[in-house]
């Protein structure tokens, strides 16, 4: 959950805004990520006629994320109630009547069936409603693909990796990756005509923040998040009755048996008792995954800044690629290089998970053979940018404020 206080020479505007995006995992506090809710308070002035400028910033999260209680909604809406406790303590009690709040869930709940996500949403909403926070009529909702791909992702990540550099003589704009668990997003701000020309128009949004307007390249690719393509590499994305069967990739450990849920659904997989395993195997199975469905704008092939968030950051950390709390700089080529030491390593692996090969062999082809990088481009990973925590509903909460009339 995001809390944005903005205020202006004679105006002060506060929002709430929470993201429930997919995935189980283990619980935490204290560390954003691609599974879980987060809440980061920032202060924010308004001068007229320039953009905003940061004065601090809390952040706090929940892990897992509400797809993880598609069976136990009740419980769901918990993990929202301990984070508006937070948020009660960081806006003044004289203002949380006028605070909005709104939750976005994204493409964790597009996957769950349509009545499991509406139980969900319907107990958030009534947990909502009983805070001392307003909540507007469309507050909780789950936002379509173009939207996720374009308002909240391209504005959190565009603006919020910018937010320090709108201010300089000579501003820039940062591409940006987001890697999810149940789809990735890839914005970034056309510096040639001919991308223009030859983008599909479900591909280009503009957008109006803080009196400017801004031309994207921006599209959210829902299924090809690394768990949803883990089960596509499986095999069992679009399987029907996954109870009973075992789901076998030659990324996997060839003795190993285990299950895994996602989405609901819980699943037996395994390593393929026959056959060839190693990189070269695992790379094959990941590119066909993506391979000739995603667009690939000529553009990023001629180099520029690219930051790279959520699980690039996540399975960078556990190949030793970056620092954990630091972040770093690599090239595309570095994730082929440690999916290759980790799909021939022999024993348990490094990061305790037995999905490490499969993982990285998919980012590297995401990278490569979906949306055409090469070898050297170089990304920065990191979890700030300026400072700035770098979650998409910053960017939701700048829509929120404007929507409002709060920001102007």
């Not at 300089?168 to 940062?174: E, I, S």
């Not at 996997?252 to 393929?272: K, M, N, Q």
């Not at 520029?304 to 699980?311: E, I, K, L, N």
Request: overall charge positive; glycine content about 10%.
């Amino acid at each position: 959950m995001r809390t944005e206080t903005a205020s202006r020479a004679r105006r002060r505007g506060r929002g709430v805004s929470a993201r429930a995006p997919a995935g189980p995992g283990p619980r935490r506090r204290g560390r954003g990520g691609p599974a879980g809710l987060s809440r980061p308070l920032s202060r924010r002035t308004f001068p007229s006629e320039q953009p905003p400028e940061l004065e601090g910033e809390i952040f706090d999260s929940v892990k897992p994320g509400l797809s993880a209680f598609a069976d136990r909604p009740k419980q769901g809406a918990e993990t929202v109630r301990e984070l508006l406790e937070v948020a009660k303590e960081s806006v003044p009690a004289g203002s949380w009547k006028r605070t909005p709040v709104v939750l976005k869930a994204t493409a964790g709940l597009r996957l769950l069936p349509d009545h499991k996500a509406r139980a969900l949403l319907s107990e958030v909403r009534e947990v909502l409603e009983k805070s001392p926070f307003l909540v507007p009529e469309d507050g909780v909702s789950i936002m379509d693909g173009s939207y996720e791909g374009s308002r909240p992702a391209a504005t959190a990540r565009t603006a919020a990796s910018v937010t320090g550099q709108l201010r300089g003589q000579n501003p820039q704009t940062v591409g940006t990756l987001d890697l999810g668990g149940a789809s990735t997003q890839i914005t970034f701000r056309p510096r040639l005509q001919g991308t223009l020309d030859q983008t599909p128009s479900d591909h280009l949004t503009s957008f109006e923040m803080f009196n400017s307007t801004y031309e994207l390249y921006t599209h959210s690719y829902l299924g090809f998040g690394l768990k949803a393509a883990r089960l596509a590499i499986l095999g069992a994305l679009d399987a029907e009755g996954a109870s009973g069967r075992t789901f076998r990739s030659s990324c996997l450990p060839r003795r190993l048996e285990a299950e895994w849920h996602f989405a609901g659904v819980r699943y037996r997989y395994g390593g393929s008792p026959e056959g060839a395993t190693g990189f070269e195997a695992c790379y094959a199975e990941a590119a066909r995954v993506v391979r000739g469905k995603l667009h690939r704008p000529a553009e990023i092939r001629r180099g520029g800044a690219f930051y790279a968030f959520s699980y690039y950051y996540d399975r960078a950390v556990d190949a030793r690629l970056i620092d954990e709390d630091k972040g770093g700089t690599l090239q595309v080529r570095d994730f082929e290089r440690k999916a290759r030491e980790a799909c021939e390593r022999s024993g348990p692996p490094r990061s305790g998970s037995p999905f490490l090969c499969m993982d990285l062999s998919y980012i590297a082809a995401l990278l490569k053979e979906g949306f055409g990088f090469e070898d050297t481009t170089v990304l920065q990973l990191t979890k700030k940018v300026n400072d700035v925590e770098t979650g998409w509903a910053l960017g939701a909460t700048f829509h929120l404020l404007q929507s409002l009339g709060l920001s102007r």
